[in-house]
Nanobody, 128 residues
Framework: EIRLMESGGGSVQAGGSLKLACVYS????????LGWFRQAPGKGREGREA????????????GYIDSVQGRFTVSRDSAKTTLYLRMDSLKPEDTAMYYC?????????????????WGQGTQVTVSS
């Protein structure tokens, strides 16, 4: 099990930036995948979409949300204890609850149902 705790959400104007952080601990000696997901207002848990991911080797990638390409950047600190999501040029449609989650042993799937461990989420609200 990996324990995760997100922070850094807030309310910003369109065009602004936020940097989310996810502190993680626990079973990090196994191969794993850490992902950022978002759940838009009105959507249930099954509607969580993958935004970006990183595996324990440091390979990063992004999900299938075309609109975030080039605006969001996933990274991790050198101590491998904190995952980040830098979000620039924010748009009202980026408004969502953002979660980090863990899957084992690799980033073989970006489906939220395949991620077993989740943080509590951090709210991002972008106004026009």
């Amino acid at each position: 099990e990996i324990r995760l705790m997100e922070s850094g959400g807030g309310s910003v104007q369109a065009g602004g930036s936020l940097k989310l952080a996810c502190v993680y601990s626990g079973d990090i000696h196994r191969n794993y995948c850490l992902g950022w997901f978002r759940q838009a207002p009105g959507k249930g848990r099954e509607g969580r979409e993958a935004v970006a991911y990183i595996d324990n080797a440091g390979t990063t990638g992004y999900g299938y949300i075309d609109s975030v390409q080039g605006r969001f950047t996933v990274s991790r600190d050198s101590a491998k204890t904190t995952l980040y999501l830098r979000m620039d040029s924010l748009k009202p449609e980026d408004t969502a609850m953002y979660y980090c989650a863990a899957d084992f042993p690799s980033c073989h799937s970006l489906e939220s149902v395949d991620f077993s461990d989740w943080g509590q989420g951090t709210q991002v609200t972008v106004s026009s």
